[in-house]
């Protein structure tokens, strides 16, 4: 028992951020917590990939001729490259649309939010609206 | 030159959207960005028009990008199944940006019109090369163009009300959450059979024969498509994004995003995992189908007690993707080929809705609820006639498309005697008349409040509009084309192979 779970210790790694970051995610009210969850989730999933294409005894893939020599698979890590990237714009984005709801709502808790918005019977018209002209 | 460009469609479709993407941003001018949108959605729809003609006799294009070959490049599939959600898709997109100008202009402001058209082209793009591409990875990059796009063009609804802001960043954090969960499904099937292409996927799982695993991987793409396809219960970011994103986007979205996502959802069932149905079978009877019903029944009663309109369509567009969801959950021939019926059926009805709402929303000036809108169909009848022949379609009225829709999806479910089914979906198009009826009484039966200041109809929208209102007349009476596509696409889905 011990020892499988040993040998998979990076698996346990990859479910306990993982879980880390959906907890963060669902429970937490500020936004910027929210959004942080998310990039720990995400990043759990690249450790997942990258310890993936890892192979036992294996080399970094550049062929040396011979053909006895055991290469780790390259591929995942190539993939996460492009996750990495997709992370980052969706944390930019992410960050962005909390400064303009905090320009907005002035606040990024959750809860305020949902208080502000139930406050508001009537969003702001831009023109004068079939009320306003009664 | 001709058939140079004939043999790269596939690829054309997505560079030509992604590469105007970026000329629009710059562009200052509100209008010229709108044309060089309108010629992208127009050449797009074009493209997809020309692969429809190609693929409709069971003919499949394999297109490689770069010359690489699958399984070790990424290799677009153009089957008649992926053509026709194409057509549908391009079709309404077309529609939907012919619609934008009057729509954008009453509510963003000009000097970010360009990069409103840019994200615009980016969602286009990307929904594109999520719908034709067979590599499992660049399945999830597409996915994520699309939806930060998606969320960038929900989150600039914020002019008119902030509410939009936090819609985008629930879109973008849940929508992300269930990329997330494709990405790891998709890790998981990777390490068992060493491939991403699905062909080579889906010819390899029965042999891989690692059973949990493989369940496991499995589960974690269905769910994080489900949260794309806005399936109940992960639905929610739903009304919110289409009800306080910008009227032109609600169309857009309401009429191609969520399919390109339940398409999707189709061929990791039929394509990927076709060739193991003690996993494919059990997850589409018993989680998609009552999901489905789950959705059906949430979306339509959420629609009935709500009072602001564009929210009571997003509720309902829950519902109708219940619908779609359901023909594919029963994974026979007829009912696969009902859910193309309804993908574009639906795309036809909502969208026209939703263009509609928009001319409403901008005639009045503010938010369109049951009180706003009271005797609009008096003064603005030719908007609000449009409005009347989409939400008929919607009932299921015979002599519109949304009548055909539920024709066949009721033919299938006989033919699978499975009549606890029927019995609900007959239950639930009951029920999608009362928000339907409640609306339409208040719009054509009730009189105008007095004093009432005259609405400007809204003419530039009446073109779209009305091409949308007559598609929905036109496939009621005569769906044979439709038919004979859906069930070509529900063949090739079923075929087995990608």
């Known amino acids: ?134 | 030159m001709g058939a140079a460009i004939i043999t790269n469609l596939p690829a054309l479709l997505v560079v030509v959207p992604l590469l105007l993407a970026p000329v629009n941003s710059l562009l200052h001018s509100a209008s010229l960005a709108w044309m060089l949108t309108l010629i992208g959605a127009g050449s797009s729809f074009i493209a997809a028009l020309m692969l429809q003609s190609i693929t409709e006799n069971g003919v499949r294009i394999s297109y490689h990008l770069g010359n690489w070959e699958p399984p070790w490049g990424i290799e677009f599939v153009v089957d008649s199944a992926t053509s026709l959600t194409l057509v549908v898709m391009t079709g309404l997109g077309f529609i939907a940006t012919l619609a934008a100008r009057r729509l954008v202009s009453s509510e963003i402001n000009d000097k970010d019109s360009g990069k409103f058209y840019a994200a615009w082209m980016l969602v286009s793009g990307g929904l594109f090369g999520l719908v034709m591409t067979a590599d499992a990875f660049n399945l999830f990059v597409f996915l994520e163009i699309s939806a930060l796009a998606s969320a960038i063009l929900i989150g600039m609804g914020a002019g008119t009300d902030r509410r939009a802001l936090v819609a985008g960043f629930h879109y973008l954090v849940i929508g992300a959450v269930g990329a997330t969960f494709y990405v790891i499904g998709v890790g998981f099937i990777y390490a068992m059979t060493g491939t991403l292409n699905m062909g080579d996927m889906a010819a390899r799982i029965p042999e891989a024969g690692g059973g949990a695993v493989l369940h496991v991987g499995f589960g974690f793409m269905v769910a994080g498509m489900l949260v794309k396809a806005a399936i109940f219960p992960v639905h929610i970011w739903l009304p919110a994004a289409y009800s306080y994103a910008p009227s032109a986007v609600s169309t857009l979205l309401a009429a191609i995003a969520t399919k390109a996502a339940l398409y999707v959802l189709a061929r990791i069932v039929f394509t990927i995992f076709g060739g193991v149905p003690e996993i494919a079978d059990i997850a589409l009877s018993n989680v998609i189908v009552p999901l489905a019903i789950g959705g059906i029944f949430i979306g339509t009663v959420m629609a009935i007690y709500e009072a602001d309109i564009k929210k009571m369509f997003a509720h309902s567009s829950v519902a109708q993707i219940g619908y779609i969801a359901l023909g594919l959950g029963l994974a026979t021939p007829a009912g696969v080929s009902a859910s193309f019926i309804h993908i574009a059926n639906h795309a036809l009805i909502k969208g026209g809705i939703f263009m509609a709402i928009g001319g409403f929303v901008a005639a009045l000036g503010a938010r369109a609820n049951l009180d706003s809108i009271t005797g609009i169909g008096r003064r603005m009848p030719i908007t609000a006639t449009a409005f009347l022949i989409c939400g008929l379609s919607l009932a299921g009225l015979p002599l519109t498309a949304g009548f055909i829709s539920k024709l066949y999806l009721v033919r299938a479910i006989l033919e699978t005697e499975s009549y606890l089914i029927l019995a609900l979906v007959l239950i639930s198009s009951a029920l999608s008349v009362v928000y339907l009826w409640k609306i339409m009484e208040v719009m054509w039966m009730q009189p105008a409040p007095v004093r009432s200041p005259k609405l400007a109809e809204n003419p530039a929208i009446y073109l779209p509009l009305w091409i949308v209102a007559f598609g929905n007349i036109w496939f009621g009476i005569d769906a044979s084309w439709l038919v004979a596509a859906a069930r070509s696409a529900a063949t090739a889905l079923l075929g087995g192979g990608a």
């Open chain 1, 1 to 134: 028992m011990i020892e499988q779970l040993a040998g998979s210790w990076n698996h346990i790694i990859v479910v306990i951020l993982m879980m880390i970051g959906l907890f963060l995610v669902i429970a937490r009210t500020n936004l910027i917590k929210k959004l942080v969850g998310l990039s720990i989730f995400q990043t759990s999933v690249f450790i997942f990939y990258i310890s993936l294409g890892k192979i036992a005894g294996g080399t970094a893939p550049i062929l040396d001729g011979n053909p006895d020599t055991l290469y780790s698979n390259p591929l995942p890590h190539v993939l996460i490259l492009t996750a990495i990237v997709v992370g980052v714009a969706t944390t930019a984005l992410g960050l962005a649309l909390i400064l303009r709801i905090n320009e907005a709502f002035g606040s990024i808790e959750e809860d305020e939010i949902i208080e502000a918005k139930a406050r508001e019977s009537l969003p702001r018209p831009k023109r004068p609206t079939v009320e306003a002209a009664e």
